[in-house]
């Protein structure tokens, strides 16, 4: 391999641009092509510009520190991340087929008044048919019973879903991670490709129209929403996207979605019952209907905001609901199809709602609320990666690989004492992409966010967000990023 920026480059197993001989794979000549004609110094000025540009736009995050919210800028790499039509081609597929079965799945969940008239046993098919044990729905810390009369009958109550995935160490891809409460990306995603286009537009040029553009995401982004309506809508529904504000971490991507939707961006003292019992909004100065309800909120936080006219969100939202004159997007309650302990049983679903075999695969799992799943890895927590299911703290993960003889005692007490609370997994060993790291290109560990929509039908977006680790070593998927990449689908 010659050049200047990837001379010295190491040669890791499973990076997707470099192979571990040293050579270029075929599918990144002409991106390194143009990256060498830029040369090193271009290439690190496109770096500082897209920093000071994302600064003056504010593209960041948020997070809560000491009872403190501190803004944390998103970087964004330069280089791009390529992903070929194939390949597409399949990511595609396996995450309409995922996000298929779970809406199945949570429909069977919530089915309102129970199952068929007359049954005695109201647990959902999936557990009337022995497929998943009644423990892993009844019990379940995601499901929210008060949730069966959030959606209208028939509707989709995941319109919207993002899919975590990896190209793993033998070139597979694997999916890391589903998300259906509220997911985000879309927004920085867009923002990505707006920063590449100042920043580097040489890069763009050279590829032409090879690269998908992610503004096609934007129509059937509103499409799916549309879709979420309410029956007895009178006219084209009326969207709007619902925001905690300036204290929420994605407050900069609620703004860059209302934009792009061309809807009203609205907070909880914005909204107000109508006499029909619906919900409209204050806007410009304006009383507007709204039918449907971009949800940006954790479900949790429903209850803690209050309406302009000073009733509890949460209820403001189910009477709308209930007296069919609003849709929520998403529905709240999807916690328990897409926790930890959820994403174990979704190759059952979807073997069991669509009769189809798994496109995607997963990682290995096990739930150890199952007494034959914590046998079956008491010994070898070393080996396994170890995460908390969502309701009983869900972000903390320990890798077994890098934990002391001791720690892993405590890990094996502590589990020994509530396994319910925990799953285990076989690591994953994400794939690496070209990053510009004081001036030279270096392997960094990234992954891939996908986003779906359902509504008439299930569409995977033609958008995705790459997420980039912050240093070398090895990296979890689903753990705090560094920053990201601008990600070029591939026709």
């Not at 009178?234 to 209302?258: I, K, Y």
């Not at 009733?311 to 309650?333: F, I, Q, T, Y």
């Amino acid at each position: 391999m010659s050049g200047e920026l990837f001379a010295g480059y190491p040669p890791v197993r499973t990076d997707e641009a470099v192979g571990p001989d040293g050579r270029l794979r075929s599918g990144w000549v002409a991106l390194a092509t143009a990256l060498e004609m830029m040369g090193p110094d271009a290439l690190a000025l496109a770096a500082d510009d897209l920093a000071a540009r994302r600064r003056a736009l504010g593209v960041a995050v948020s997070l809560w520190v000491d009872g403190r919210q501190e803004l944390h800028p998103v970087p964004m790499d330069p280089v791009p991340r390529l992903v070929g039509a194939t390949t597409w081609s399949t990511l595609s597929a396996g995450v309409a087929q995922r996000h298929r079965a779970l809406d199945a799945f949570l429909t069977d969940t919530y089915r309102p008044a129970g199952r068929r008239r007359g049954d005695t046993d109201r647990a959902a098919e999936i557990v009337r048919a022995g497929v998943l044990p009644e423990w892993a729905v009844a019990h379940s810390p995601g499901r929210n019973p008060d949730a069966v009369g959030l959606a209208w009958p028939g509707q989709r109550r995941a319109a919207v879903a993002g899919t975590d995935v990896v190209r793993a160490a033998d070139g597979r891809w694997v999916v890391a991670k589903d998300n259906l409460r509220v997911p985000s990306g879309i927004g920085y995603a867009l923002a990505n490709r707006d920063s590449a286009r100042t920043a580097a537009p040489e890069l763009l040029a050279q590829a032409g129209r090879q690269v998908v553009d992610p503004a096609g995401a934007v129509p059937l982004l509103a499409g799916a929403l549309a879709a979420a309506a309410p029956p007895g809508c009178p006219g084209p529904p009326r969207v709007a996207v619902l925001t905690q504000g300036e204290t929420d971490g994605a407050w900069f991507e609620h703004q860059v979605l209302a934009a792009a939707l061309d809807v009203p961006l609205v907070r909880a003292g914005d909204l107000h019952p109508r006499g029909d019992g619906g919900l409209e909004a204050a806007v410009d100065g304006e009383r507007v209907p709204i039918d449907v309800l971009y949800r940006r909120f954790d479900d949790a936080s429903l209850g803690a905001y209050r309406t302009g006219a000073n009733l509890p969100l949460d209820m403001a939202l189910s009477e709308a609901v209930r007296a069919g004159k609003l849709g929520l997007a998403n529905v709240p309650g999807n916690g328990v199809a897409d926790d930890a302990a959820g994403y174990a049983w979704v190759p059952a679903m979807i073997r069991f709602y669509l009769g189809e075999e798994p496109l995607l695969d997963s990682v290995e799992t096990w739930v150890l609320a199952d007494p034959a799943a914590w046998t079956a890895v008491r010994d070898r927590l070393a080996e396994l990666d170890v995460e908390e299911v969502a309701g009983y703290g869900g972000r903390r993960i320990v890798h077994g690989p890098t934990c002391s003889r001791a720690e892993l005692e405590a890990l094996r007490a502590e589990i020994a004492a509530a396994p319910h609370r925990f799953v285990a997994r076989e690591p994953l060993e994400p794939s690496t992409a070209p990053t510009l790291v004081d001036g030279r290109l270096l392997p960094r560990t990234v992954d891939l966010r996908i986003f779906s929509v359902s509504g008439p039908t299930t569409t995977t977006l033609p958008i995705a967000l790459t997420r980039v680790a912050p240093d070398a070593g090895p990296a979890r998927p689903g753990a705090p990023r560094g920053g990201s990449k601008d990600t070029w689908l591939l026709r």
